[in-house]
């Protein structure tokens, strides 16, 4: 059994425009000590999907309608608001997009590790504070000790990420999801974040959801990858085999903005760029079906499925990975 299992989760935004279907259906798996890349633009329900398992979305106007949400054998969505946080930490820790604004700003730095520690731990506060330096050095702050009573502002983009992971490992979960965790740094201060979160992963033993919208992070740091686009996963398996033979249009999209030393594209002939602009009320059909240059006539007016269509890879497309039935018609 997986370490998380989410099944058919669909979480939706009740709005005055209308309901948002940012989540509509996905489902995941994440085995223990592995790390899953979730990618996908912006918009594509990867964060929302991220703050379902932590459930931490406002509520209202965000509610989960259906699925589950498993970790451990449990089910996170039965969970009371007590049990959670419980769950928060302890056994998932979350590395967010902004470390900034995920820091409190009025707190020294050691002041809010420690406070994780004594909850989640019960440590008394001189051993938490110690194990609190231990590890901002274990992420590689400089004279950690003495920064303990810094303040965020003191710190730069990339050493606030740092203190933002050492936050999530301090009672070593088993789980960790890192929500962009790259965001806003330089290409030198990214690679050294990513590689630290694949040696404290290691380290750690724990299980990673790299949530990014990069697909060169993905072939570096996921073992298996999930594509998403407009609330649904499009395609998903071994990260080897999705980036070496891509089936969905958009992943090959997702590909084709990768840059490589030639300067040639994987899908140079996809379609433009459009918004999607059926995640309120989305009608039936393919949500790429206006991007997409393999479109046929079952795509505008039937929603594909996710059906394996290679060896435990996935694809949600009437063209390259029909179903049964479609592969009769076509």
């Known amino acids: 059994m997986a370490l998380l299992e989410i099944s058919d989760l669909k979480t939706h935004f009740f709005t005055r425009g209308g309901v948002v279907h940012a989540v509509d259906g996905v489902s995941l798996a994440v ?22 398992i932590m459930r931490l979305l406002p509520t209202p106007p965000a509610r989960i309608v259906s699925g589950s949400i498993r970790f451990g054998g449990r089910e996170l969505t039965e969970l009371s608001e007590r049990e959670l946080e419980d769950v928060r930490g302890r056994e998932i820790g979350m590395v967010f997009q902004d470390p900034m604004t995920a820091l409190n700003p009025t707190l020294t730095i050691g002041t809010q590790i420690v406070e994780v520690l004594q909850r989640h731990l019960g440590l008394d506060r001189r ?8 590890l901002l050095a274990e992420v590689g702050i400089p004279r950690a000790f003495e920064r303990l009573d810094d303040y965020p502002h003191r710190f730069s983009g990339g050493m606030r990420q740092r203190v933002g992971i050492a936050m999530a490992i301090a009672c070593e979960p088993r789980l960790l999801i890192a929500d962009e965790p790259t965001t806003a740094l330089d290409v030198t201060v990214q690679a050294q974040v990513l590689d630290l979160l694949d040696d404290l992963r290691r380290e750690h033993r724990m299980a990673m959801i790299l949530i990014t919208h990069n697909m060169g992070v993905v072939a570096e740091s996921a073992d298996d990858v999930a594509v998403m686009y407009a609330g649904q996963i499009v395609e998903q398996g071994p990260t080897d085999e999705v980036l070496q033979n891509p089936l969905h249009p958009y992943t090959r999209l997702l590909l084709s903005a990768v840059p490589n030393p030639h300067g040639e594209h994987v899908l140079a002939e996809v379609g433009p760029r459009r918004s999607f602009s059926g995640a309120i009320d989305p009608v ?20 594909p499925e996710l059906v394996e269509a290679r060896p435990a890879h996935s694809a949600r497309c009437h063209v390259t990975a029909p179903t049964r039935r479609e592969e009769r018609s076509l």
């Open 31 to 52: 085995e223990a000590g592995s790390t899953l890349g979730l990618v996908g633009e912006s918009g594509c329900g990867k964060s929302v999907t991220a703050l379902s």
């Open 284 to 303: 039936a059909g393919c949500r790429f079906v206006e991007r997409c240059p393999l479109a046929i006539e079952v795509c505008s007016h039937e929603t």
């Open 127 to 134: 051993p938490a504070r110690r194990r609190a330096g231990e």
